[in-house]
């Protein structure tokens, strides 16, 4: 494991967001070109069996070990403290699903918070904005996948771009 004082950063090294979730995060190091791997094979080679798929689909129950945590930060090199906050605080429930997300913030920066799982947030608070669980689009409301397949800037289903979602979004 590389000191996270020392500038040189191995190839798999990848800055998370502020705020960013667990399942974000691993899908945009999963689609690293240095790295193209998924959950179950990655899993399968620290030995975490499908935890980290777990991960991605919001299941924390049972809650991230230290021994699990320090598998993924040999290899991530983000260091603990950093994984601990892309998972939610220990007295702050979440909805695994359905997938919630600001598509304004999501526009202007394409990664998914940790806090739009919370059952406490009703909303952005930088954008003052209601949090969509689905394509608002007329006859379409498709559910948002999991943020480790988020990957387009628009719905799978009808195509209407998050941009176009955002202006749609509800104030609160």
């Excluded at 090294?13 to 667990?22: A, F, H, M, N, T």
Aim: aromatic share 12%.
């Amino acid at each position: 494991m590389m000191n996270n004082e020392n500038p040189c950063q191995s190839l798999l090294y990848l800055p998370p967001y502020e705020g960013e979730s667990i399942s974000s995060y691993l899908g945009r190091w999963y689609r690293q070109e240095v790295v193209s791997t998924d959950s179950y094979t990655l899993g399968k080679r620290l030995r975490l069996g499908k935890t980290l798929w777990r991960w991605e689909n919001f299941y924390f129950n049972p809650p991230p070990t230290l021994s699990e945590l320090q598998k993924i930060d040999e290899l991530m090199e983000l260091g603990l403290e950093r994984l601990f906050l892309m998972f939610p605080p220990v007295h702050e429930s979440i909805n695994p699903k359905p997938i919630r997300l600001c598509a304004a913030c999501y526009t202007q920066t394409p990664y998914h918070r940790m806090s739009w799982q919370y059952k406490s947030m009703e909303g952005c608070g930088h954008h003052q904005l209601r949090l969509l669980s689905k394509c608002p689009a007329p006859k379409c409301g498709e559910p948002f996948p999991i943020p480790s397949n988020l990957t387009a800037l628009v719905c799978k289903k009808c195509g209407m771009p998050y941009e176009t979602m955002a202006k749609k979004q509800k104030s609160y």
